[in-house]
């Protein structure tokens, strides 16, 4: 039987149309959520992501804006943009685009972002809450990924989970989030001998690898949640790690790509700035 498709066309436009609501309450005391991208450089997949970025939060009714600095700049002149915008009352999130030219310490740039503006969930603070189960910012793909997992209605409690990838940005806080759901949790990555006996264990099987078609349909349980992180471009085609036409004729559920998780993330960065704008209304 064909695994049920998790469209994240659908789900993200149920996580916007939540965000509408609550910056339009947000307003009404005053408040409009502000979210600044700064990008350094010109590389096209960077202006894509950005452009995207400004399109929903201009659909969700927020304020967008756009810092765009030369691909010379130096480390001293991001870091004052940034700490700028954490000086800017009118903006709640901030966010760097990655990569950085390779010159800029992308480590250091993040570590200025104030861990409450950090709607990427990427600063060493949020990074800690994930671990420890305290409230923080959860990095938006893995939290895309777990909404995702979460709509199927399963018990996710004693579950395996099998993650491949142990990115900092998507498969650590992957495995955490898993962990916190009470999944029984194997990280994988390049090191890892026999993957495919791992695999075949998932009850949840969530892809980060960026290789097309690196999840063939051997490697996937029978019933298997399958999430496909990997965002990949075959002739000009945009695919993901998952052999997506052979293992959905063996997983329950699976989510496509594209119109998968990177959906998702959008709408989870749109969701974590009225967060963030909610947090210092409550402050005020
Ligand atoms: P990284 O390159 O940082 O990480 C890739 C991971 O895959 C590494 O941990 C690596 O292991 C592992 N890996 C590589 N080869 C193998 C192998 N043969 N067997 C097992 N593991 C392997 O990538 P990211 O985590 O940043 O991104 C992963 C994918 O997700 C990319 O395609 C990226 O474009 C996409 N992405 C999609 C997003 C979305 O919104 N949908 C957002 C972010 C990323 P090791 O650590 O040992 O090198």
Not at 127 to 137: K, N
Not at 158 to 169: L, M, P, W
Not at 199 to 209: G, Y
Not at 210 to 218: C, E, I, P, R, Y
């Amino acid at each position: 039987m064909s695994a049920q498709i998790l469209d994240g066309i659908v789900f993200s436009a149920e996580i916007k149309e939540d965000v509408k609501r609550r910056v339009a309450a947000m307003k009404e005391q005053g408040v409009i959520p502000g979210l600044a991208v700064i990008l350094v450089g010109d590389d096209p997949a960077s202006e894509l992501y950005v452009r995207n970025k400004g399109k929903g939060c201009e659909e969700t009714g927020m304020l967008s804006r756009t810092i765009r600095m030369n691909a010379a700049a130096t480390q001293e002149e991001l870091e004052a943009e940034i700490d700028r915008l954490n000086r800017d009352p009118a903006i709640h999130g901030i966010l760097v685009q990655l990569p950085l030219p390779g010159h800029l310490d992308e480590a250091a740039a993040l570590a200025k972002i104030l861990p409450e503006k950090d709607v990427d969930g990427f600063h060493l603070i949020n990074a800690g809450h994930l671990m420890t189960g305290t409230e923080g910012v959860t990095p938006c793909t893995p939290k895309g990924a777990l909404y995702m997992i979460r709509s199927t209605g399963e018990d996710l409690s004693g579950k395996e989970a099998v993650v491949i990838g142990r990115s900092n940005i998507v498969g650590k806080p992957m495995a955490m989030l898993l962990l916190q759901q009470n999944c029984t949790v194997t990280l994988c990555h390049s090191r890892t001998k026999n993957l495919a006996e791992h695999t075949r264990r998932a009850d949840i099987l969530v892809a980060a690898v960026g290789k097309a078609g690196f999840v063939t349909a051997d490697m996937v349980k029978e019933g298997a949640i399958v999430i496909d992180v990997g965002i990949n471009r075959v002739d000009g085609k945009v695919c993901g790690d998952v052999d997506f036409e052979k293992v959905k004729e063996k997983a329950g559920w699976i989510t496509p790509v594209p119109g998968g998780v990177g959906r998702m993330t959008i709408a989870m960065l749109l969701s974590n700035t009225a967060d963030a704008a909610e947090r210092t209304l409550k402050r005020e």
